[in-house]
């Protein structure tokens, strides 16, 4: 399952991540996204985990919590819907 991390702080590490979802299962992948030409973080990412139940878990035991003084939103990520726009 994919799940979607937002409000995170600026300065979260993919790592930091990886440690918060230790608790609940394994993480196959983590992704935080960057701004591409500053390479700063956006403040949000996404998480692959393989058990449904442990990204179940992750969900509710860390939607709406705190971290980095921050209230996390957690939940399973949606599928990317293509712009129409061109640049």
């Known amino acids: 399952m994919k799940l979607y991390i937002g409000n995170l702080s600026y300065s979260t590490t993919e790592e930091e991540i990886s440690q918060l979802i230790s608790e609940f ?3 196959n ?3 935080l996204i960057k701004d591409r030409h500053t390479g ?3 403040g949000f990412g996404f998480i692959e985990m ?3 139940s442990e990204a179940d878990a992750a969900i509710k035991g860390l939607n ?3 971290f980095k003084g ?3 939103k957690l939940n399973q990520a949606q599928p990317r819907v293509k712009s129409k726009r061109r640049y």
């Open 25 to 27: 299962g394994t993480a």
């Open 50 to 52: 393989n058990d449904n």
């Open 70 to 72: 921050r209230k996390l």
């Open 64 to 66: 709406t919590t705190f």
């Open 40 to 42: 700063q973080s956006k």
């Open 29 to 31: 992948s983590i992704q």
